[in-house]
């Protein structure tokens, strides 16, 4: 059986009314955890649970949550991470658009659990239609009675609001976050202090993600061992996927952890296979900043096992010959898509949305674009592969936040796996100039260099 | 309603509506930590006075009291923002991979000849502006295009004729 804890009424008529999410169960968790839990009891909850934070590095979200500091007399904040900006996903939206009680209803037992008092749900400008959504359901559950003063008579107070971004992909790094919620700029903290122990307005403070603060509902309902139960290994419970690209059904779907990569891409339920009667070329299976993975290792792993959607599983053979789950960012690639261009767009995108403050960043960022650049449109030499590989390797880990690490990944898996792809762009510099959007015709390139 | 392009100093005011709206939102924060409103609030600046010129700018700064360059800094680092004067319909199309490999540049380049300008460009008649925008987590639905408030998934050349004659 495939179980599914987070969107499953998402297609219930009404669903994003505060009467019809109520009627279908909704709001059980805070009755239960305000009733009949202290907050520590929840974390504990939460810890057994083995959820990983969903946002893309995956961090233990008990653990977490049992570092932020609690000093006398002092407020704590839980902040939620809706900015949501990594190319290739798209899930987060879909939650907070088609249920987004879930969305508060997690925020509230969430932030009972941390003994925090007011919180904020900090969402990406551009979603300006989603916060409309996410306003009223708050409101909704004000008049209710889930948020205000002595909440059920428990005598916890929390006050909710969602608050916009500007257009910023930097804001999603949580210093950043909580910098731009500040109303200031989105530079990305020097950590440490980290955010537990001085964050929103130097307080402690907790960042997560939408998704896995909505996951904390079904662990509260159910208990942290039940949700345990599902996935595999060290990934458990369930994941939002957003599939894009070159696939027949591009959409959002919830899958148990350790579905295999095989099911979800073939699959009728899910992806159902390429578009168009096309070879798969490449994927990237965890968002823009995750290594991209040639076809032959995106169903199975280098020792020929079969890969898995978890964190280990597209994890295994570290970047020589895996990637990461991410944010749940799944891109597939056919066989006329251009990986130099690919990579070219990726890079740019990371150089128009580095914040500036390093050098290696700032620098590299545009550099790595302008070589990426020349070789796509067929100026390039065969030493710029090679340049673009010290440049990369130049970022990776010299950075004050990981958008240095996010900017070099794709660059040296591009290389790493495609290398005569770059190279045919040398040799082939008439052809490369004249090709329609960077589009290959021959299948020239679906061999990837292994 | 002060014009697009001039804002001039004795003319600017929110409607009552969005004064009382800002009112509200400075209260979700503690007290002296009115400045975490700024962001919205340039949102609604923008949505009623058309763009961010430094009279606006420094309307925000006063209402919010804090100085003038706290409100330039942000206003100018962050993309959605406008610190020049735009086209009435702001059409961002997405540029970033997954809309590039669904059709995004042909759809650009498609726009650009329709409209006779350029990537960041207003048409002459001040009507529309076109800007390439990076990701906007619509990519399961690529091409895609932000205009306001709505986003425009699945395009086509169609729709984009459509959607210019319905906004000329
Ligand atoms: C450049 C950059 C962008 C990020 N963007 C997001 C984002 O849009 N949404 C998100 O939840 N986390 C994002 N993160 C991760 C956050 O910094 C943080 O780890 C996350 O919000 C923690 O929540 P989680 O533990 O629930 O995943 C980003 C990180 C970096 C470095
Ligand atoms: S790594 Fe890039 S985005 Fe992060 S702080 Fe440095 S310059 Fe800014
Ligand atoms: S790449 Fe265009 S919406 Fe994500």
Sequence with gaps: MKRKLLIDKAGVPGIASYEVYRREGGYRSVEKALKSMSPDDVVEEV???GLRGRGGAG????MKWSFLAKPE???RYLLCNADESEPGTFKDRYLMEHIPHLLIEGMIVSSYALGANT???YIRGEYMWILHILERAIAEAYQAGWLGKNIMGSGYNLDLHVTPGAGAYICGEETALIESLEGKRGNPRIKPPFPAVKGLWGCPTVVNNVETIAAVVPIVNDGGDEYAKIGIGRSTGTKLISACGNIQKPGVYEIELGLSVEEFLYSDEY?????NGKQLKACVPGGSSVPILP????TKTAQGESRLMSYESLADGGFQTGSMLGSGGFIVYDEDQCIVRNTWNFTRFYHHESCGQCSPCREGTGWMEKVLHRLEYGHGKQEDIDLLWDIQAKIEGNTICPLGDAAAWPVASAIRHFREEFEWHVNESKLSQQRNYGRVSEKTFVNATA | MPDQ??????QLQFSDETLKLIATLTAQYPDGKQKSALLRVLHLAQLEFGWLSAPVMDYVARLLHIQPVEVYEVATFYSMYDTKPVGKVKLEVCRTGPCMIEGAEKIVSYIEQKLGIKDGETTADGRFTLKTVECLGACGY??????GEHYHEHLTEEKIDRFIADNA
């Design chain 2, 5 to 10: 392009h001039n804002h001039p100093e004795s």
């Design chain 2, 142 to 147: 690529a091409p895609m295009m932000q205009v």
């Design chain 1, 59 to 62: 961090f233990p979200t008990g």
């Design chain 1, 73 to 75: 007399g002092v407020p």
């Design chain 1, 295 to 298: 076809h032959f290792l995106v």
């Design chain 1, 47 to 49: 810890k057994k649970s």
């Design chain 1, 271 to 275: 992806c159902g296979g390429m578009k």
């Design chain 1, 119 to 121: 919180s904020y749900i």
